[in-house]
């Protein structure tokens, strides 16, 4: 049974930074995009970042400049660093793996972070 596990949320100040990391357990094949998305209270789940295997990215425009994702192909994780942050990031952030081959999506529990004024 494969399992994504989100880490590194939690509280920070306006202007501040958080790191989170998504690990797989278990055995997972040929995960073509790994991503984020978001959902804040009352709003539906919207994308944050992703990023295929070959390294090609798309970010959400709200976090356009400020936030970076990134991956480790051997290691099955996913990171998304993020700077300036803003208390409308607030949110409740979860990892998605996609297999295109196996047409399988995969997603953590999501980990909350809350950014205040």
């Keep these: 049974q494969v399992q994504l596990v989100e880490s590194g949320g939690g509280w920070v100040q306006a202007g501040g930074s958080l790191r989170l990391t ?49 991956r480790d192909n051997a290691k099955n994780t996913v990171d998304l660093q993020m700077d300036s942050l803003k208390p409308e990031d607030t949110a409740v952030y979860y990892c998605n793996f996609h297999s295109v081959v196996y047409g399988m999506d995969y997603w953590g529990k999501g980990t909350l972070v809350t950014v205040s004024i």
Aim: glycine share 12%; charged share 20%.
């Design 22 to 70: 998504c690990a797989a357990s278990g055995t997972i094949f040929r995960i073509d995009t790994m991503g984020w998305y978001r959902q804040a209270p009352g709003k539906q789940r919207e994308l944050v970042a992703k990023i295929t295997s070959v390294g090609s990215t798309m970010y959400g425009d709200s976090v356009k400049g400020r936030f970076t994702i990134s």
